[in-house]
């Protein structure tokens, strides 16, 4: 049974990190083994608080070596990793890509190197994001940055389209084949906006912004999710992308029309199969 390894937080109410990457990818046809960075009773933006713990890089390490021990990182198919909660998971996560790739060299890994932004504040824990930038994006097949992210790892200011482009091609010079920018809120105040660059050029993908009290958490894990699945079902890496774009915006919708907060994953899964509106890529 062939699989993709998620490594990634875990809420029990809700869909964010892992709660929110998993089901889509199973919607799409795909058997997810999960392994939890944290797990919390729901994503931190709630006023009220949360409870939970974050797990040891050990415990990330035993349960790879379990998956080991019975014969079957052989079938893992990818390796998507998302929020650390700590600098040691880091290094777990590299062992595991390592691990993984060792026994299945066609697997792929896909980063989403969360580091928070500025208008939230630091959310992750001290020396992550130098892990992330310095040794983790590099070995990556794929990664899935927001805008603050993909200037981190690229060491430049982004302020238009033409810093976004330049920007990406620094990233693909350091490693990864795939660079998709889940967010570049400096292109344009009309519409969402994102970004992939491959060595073959640079795209865009734009819908309209929807409007809401409290902005849904996890979204960003729902795009990597979509864009994982597009690429293991061997879609082009430009299908891929319109695919997660519309996807995503489709559960946004379903969201916004029932008037809620958490993303209603659930409700709206057949826009992981037939997206309802489709928004066109443009080269740039």
């Known amino acids: 049974m062939k699989g993709v390894i998620s490594i990634q937080s875990h809420v029990v109410y809700g869909h964010a990190g892992n709660s929110s990457a998993t089901f889509p990818l199973q919607r799409m046809g795909f058997e997810v083994w999960p392994?939890?960075?944290?797990?919390?009773?729901?994503?931190?933006?709630?006023?009220?608080?949360?409870?939970?713990?974050?797990?040891?890089?050990?415990?990330?390490?035993?349960?790879?070596?379990?998956?080991?021990?019975?014969?079957?990182?052989?079938?893992?198919?990818?390796?998507?990793s998302g929020y650390q909660g700590s600098a040691e998971q880091c290094l777990a996560v590299i062992e595991a890509v390592n691990k993984v790739k060792a026994q299945s060299p066609d697997a792929i890994y896909v980063c989403d190197p969360v580091m928070g932004s500025p208008e939230k504040g630091c959310i992750v824990p001290a020396g992550t994001t130098e892990h992330l930038v310095k040794r983790v994006m590099p070995m990556a097949d794929v990664i899935v940055p927001n805008q603050f992210e993909l200037g981190q790892f690229a060491d430049m200011a982004i302020n238009n389209l033409e810093d976004a482009v330049t920007a990406c091609h620094k990233a693909l010079a350091k490693g990864p084949k795939m660079v998709l920018v889940k967010h570049l809120h400096s292109v344009s105040n009309e519409k969402f906006t994102m970004m992939l660059a491959t060595k073959q050029g640079c795209y865009i993908a734009q819908r309209p912004h929807l409007d809401f009290d409290k902005q849904p958490v996890g979204v960003g894990d729902l795009i990597s999710a979509l864009f994982t699945a597009g690429l293991l079902k061997g879609w082009s890496p430009e299908q891929a992308f319109e695919h997660a774009n519309n996807a995503s915006y489709g559960v946004l919708k379903e969201t916004q029309n029932r008037g809620e907060w958490e993303l209603q994953t659930i409700a709206a899964q057949q826009e992981f199969i037939a997206p309802s509106e489709v928004f066109p890529i443009q080269k740039v």
């Open 35 to 80: 392994i939890h960075t944290v797990q919390f009773s729901n994503h931190t933006q709630y006023q009220q608080g949360w409870t939970g713990q974050a797990f040891s890089a050990q415990d990330i390490n035993a349960l790879i070596t379990g998956i080991d021990n019975i014969g079957q990182l052989a079938n893992c198919q990818a390796v998507l």
